[in-house]
């Protein structure tokens, strides 16, 4: 009897054990197959909002106005170093948007569960959601322009109750380097 209570208690360590590994493989596996479904479902968000497309358009403006910034500051630089840049900045095009796009699916990973990524995806698929992005994109752009429209206004009755209350106080106004 010994013996056989032996067995048993070998066998069912021997079955915990391989149970375990079973299940530490599965688990391995789920684990994986969650990662690249998160993965997946982030990807398909930044398809949704058309990330890609904007990302290039954002560039694209971006390099624009370097542009026109490098030719203000060197009137005298000839007009094929213009060119040999603007070759140079469109071939790194393609590499910049697409690191772009990995960030920005990492972001949505962090801050979103798969099952979030995928409803936020479906609305954005709809075509309420493509109004949507189009609308909030004409939206933010307004916005920037009222913003510094507001910020100036703001800035400047800062500005004059603040050389007031300066003078009020007999302060000078001259330069600091004296």
Same mark, same amino acid.
């Given at each position: 009897?010994?013996?056989?209570?032996?067995?048993?208690?070998?066998?069912?360590?021997?079955?915990?054990?391989?149970?375990?590994?079973?299940? &530490?493989?599965?688990?391995?596996?789920?684990?994986?197959?969650?990662?690249?479904?998160?993965?997946?479902?982030?990807?398909?968000?930044?398809?949704?909002?058309?990330?890609?497309?904007?990302?290039?358009?954002?560039?694209?403006?971006?390099?624009?106005?370097?542009?026109?910034?490098?030719?203000?500051?060197n009137p005298g630089m000839p007009g094929r170093a213009f060119d040999i840049l603007d070759?140079?900045?469109?071939?790194?095009?393609?590499?910049?948007?697409?690191?772009?796009?990995?960030?920005?699916?990492?972001?949505?990973?962090?801050?979103?569960?798969?099952?979030?990524?995928?409803? +936020?995806?479906?609305?954005?698929?709809?075509?309420?959601?493509?109004?949507?992005?189009?609308?909030?994109? &004409?939206?933010?752009?307004?916005? +920037?322009?009222?913003?510094?429209? +507001?910020?100036?206004?703001?800035?400047?009755?800062?500005?004059?109750?603040?050389?007031?209350?300066?003078?009020?106080?007999?302060?000078?106004? &001259?330069?600091? &380097?004296?």
């Open positions: 009897m010994k013996f056989f209570a032996s067995k048993v208690v070998v066998f069912f360590s021997f079955f915990v054990v391989f149970s375990g590994a079973v299940s &530490s493989q599965s688990l391995r596996i789920d684990t994986e197959t969650a990662e690249q479904l998160h993965h997946a479902a982030a990807a398909r968000l930044a398809a949704a909002t058309n990330f890609r497309e904007a990302a290039f358009a954002q560039y694209q403006s971006e390099i624009a106005g370097v542009m026109g910034q490098l030719q203000q500051s070759e140079e900045f469109e071939a790194i095009m393609p590499k910049v948007v697409n690191a772009m796009l990995d960030a920005t699916i990492e972001l949505y990973k962090d801050r979103f569960s798969t099952l979030e990524l995928n409803e +936020i995806s479906s609305f954005y698929e709809s075509s309420l959601g493509q109004k949507a992005l189009i609308q909030m994109r &004409s939206i933010a752009s307004i916005g +920037i322009d009222q913003g510094k429209l +507001i910020g100036q206004r703001y800035g400047k009755e800062a500005a004059n109750k603040a050389i007031r209350r300066i003078r009020e106080e007999g302060l000078e106004l &001259s330069s600091r &380097s004296r």
